[in-house]
Nanobody, 120 residues
Framework: QVQLVESGGGLVQAGGSLRLSCTAS????????MGWYRQAPGKQRDLVAT???????NYADSVRGRFIISRDNAKNTVYLQMNSLKPEDTAVYYC??????????????WGQGTQVTVSS
C-alpha cells in the first residue's frame, strides 16, 4: 500500500504565498507522474499542476506564472510553491501520484487533502 501525506496548507492574505508538500511512502518501485489538484466547495476537482519523473511540468492556465511545481525523486516528494495567491485559489488541494509496486504495476493514489484559504 502507498500513502500520500500533504502539508503546508493554511490561511493567507491575497497576494501572499504558501508552499505545499506531499510525500509518498509505502510499497514504491517508481513514481511516474506527481501532481496537485484542487476542489472548491460545490465544484469539481480540477488539475492545478503535474510533473513527470524527468521534470516535465504542466499547469492549469489559471495558475501558470504564479505557481511552481517541483519534486525530489530521492524523497518521493512533490512541492507546490504558490505565489500571488488570489481568493479564487481557495480550495482543498489534493496530491496525486501514479506509483508502481514491486511487480511494476501502476496504481493511482490520492492524498487526504489540505485546505488553502486566501482572504481578500
Amino acid at each position: 500500500q502507498v500513502q500520500l501525506v500533504e502539508s503546508g496548507g493554511g490561511l493567507v492574505q491575497a497576494g501572499g504565498s504558501l508552499r505545499l508538500s506531499c510525500t509518498a511512502s509505502g510499497s514504491i518501485r517508481s513514481i511516474r507522474i506527481m501532481g496537485w489538484y484542487r476542489q472548491a466547495p460545490g465544484k469539481q476537482r480540477d488539475l492545478v499542476a503535474t510533473i513527470t519523473a524527468g521534470g516535465a511540468t504542466n499547469y492549469a492556465d489559471s495558475v501558470r506564472g504564479r505557481f511552481i511545481i517541483s519534486r525530489d525523486n530521492a524523497k518521493n516528494t512533490v512541492y507546490l510553491q504558490m505565489n500571488s495567491l488570489k481568493p479564487e485559489d481557495t480550495a482543498v488541494y489534493y496530491c496525486h501520484a501514479d506509483v508502481s509496486n514491486s511487480l511494476g504495476i501502476f496504481n493511482s493514489y490520492w492524498g487526504q487533502g489540505t485546505q488553502v484559504t486566501v482572504s481578500s
